[in-house]
């Protein structure tokens, strides 16, 4: 079963070559957002496949692939195919040294082997199949996470279009400067606990961790970084008083 580990990676390395060409064809490298939740689904179901069909495994790739869907939809339809390139893609690569498509190909296979770890979670599901009383808060974190972040995003969404030029701090986003990140997040904490009873289960953890490793020391920081530069003195505030992730009440 092991070497079911070698195959998603093939796959993930392959694809993330696709959406670089994609990309570059399209001269728009926010579409390897859209590649990741893709990339998280498919390399979910390849290690689920070998779980025997019962309901917890029915219910797992279930919640994954409504989270997937959602989030590669919304990008895709609030982000592509509107032709919007994101600032973070071009903050990154403005210092680069070597070819900035060059530099694309090498970001986007990092991404995919950060999906590899990520999605890594759901051996451990398949290797535990079965229902156990930990599975209920799994539940519940997977979907208060994938509700969160739904409503985090319309929110997020009506603002810009609404409000653009003032800081988004009204509901999830009052509490945390980036609510999306932190249901995301925790819908991923979510699958880590469906996993913890299998056999080095405790190694599903890895998943939540890495992303939360990235979000608060890649992800974040690059994001911030650009509304200052559009914000200012207004995002310096809202830095002050708002929590960077966890959702809390202001300072």
Same mark, same amino acid.
């Given at each position: 079963?092991?070497?079911?580990?070698?195959?998603?990676?093939?796959?993930?390395?392959?694809?993330?070559?696709?959406?670089?060409?994609? !990309?570059?064809?399209?001269?728009?490298?926010?579409?390897?957002?859209?590649?990741?939740?893709?990339?998280?689904?498919?390399?979910?179901?390849?290690? #689920?496949?070998?779980?025997?069909?019962?309901?917890?495994?029915? @219910?797992?790739?279930?919640?994954? #692939?409504?989270?997937?869907?959602? #989030?590669?939809?919304?990008?895709?339809?609030?982000?592509?195919?509107?032709?919007?390139?994101?600032?973070?893609? @071009? %903050?990154?690569?403005? %210092?680069?040294?070597?070819?900035?498509?060059?530099?694309?190909?090498?970001? /986007?296979? +990092?991404?995919?082997?950060?999906?590899?770890?990520?999605? $890594?979670?759901? /051996?451990?599901?398949?290797?535990?199949?079965?229902?156990? $009383?930990?599975?209920?808060?799994?539940?519940?974190?997977?979907?208060?996470?994938?509700?969160?972040?739904?409503?985090?995003?319309?929110?997020?969404?009506?603002?810009?279009? &609404?409000?653009? %030029?003032?800081?988004?701090?009204?509901?999830?986003?009052? /509490?945390?400067?980036?609510? %999306?990140?932190?249901?995301?997040?925790? &819908?991923? +904490?979510?699958? !880590?606990?469906?996993?913890?009873? !299998?056999?080095?289960?405790?190694? $599903?953890? @890895? $998943?939540?961790?890495?992303?939360?490793?990235?979000? #608060?020391?890649?992800?974040?920081?690059?994001?911030?970084?650009?509304?200052?530069?559009?914000?200012?003195?207004?995002?310096?505030?809202?830095?002050?008083?708002?929590?960077?992730?966890?959702?809390?009440?202001?300072?």
């Amino acid at each position: 079963m092991y070497n079911i580990f070698f195959w998603v990676f093939i796959y993930i390395t392959v694809q993330m070559l696709i959406v670089w060409v994609i !990309a570059k064809t399209m001269e728009n490298p926010s579409v390897v957002d859209v590649a990741w939740p893709c990339g998280l689904v498919i390399a979910g179901f390849m290690y #689920l496949c070998f779980a025997p069909i019962n309901l917890k495994i029915i @219910l797992v790739a279930s919640i994954l #692939l409504i989270w997937g869907l959602r #989030l590669a939809s919304h990008l895709f339809f609030s982000r592509i195919k509107k032709g919007i390139v994101d600032k973070r893609y @071009l %903050n990154l690569s403005k %210092n680069w040294q070597i070819g900035q498509w060059i530099g694309f190909l090498f970001h /986007f296979q +990092l991404q995919g082997w950060l999906i590899f770890i990520v999605s $890594s979670v759901f /051996f451990f599901i398949s290797s535990s199949p079965y229902f156990y $009383s930990t599975d209920c808060l799994g539940i519940i974190c997977c979907l208060t996470g994938m509700l969160g972040e739904k409503i985090s995003d319309n929110q997020l969404l009506k603002h810009r279009q &609404t409000q653009s %030029n003032q800081i988004c701090n009204a509901g999830l986003w009052y /509490f945390s400067r980036h609510p %999306n990140y932190f249901f995301d997040w925790l &819908t991923w +904490l979510g699958f !880590a606990i469906f996993g913890i009873r !299998a056999k080095y289960g405790w190694l $599903s953890l @890895l $998943s939540p961790l890495t992303l939360y490793f990235i979000m #608060l020391k890649v992800t974040i920081p690059i994001t911030e970084q650009g509304s200052i530069e559009s914000k200012k003195d207004l995002y310096l505030r809202y830095q002050q008083n708002t929590s960077k992730f966890f959702p809390w009440f202001k300072k």
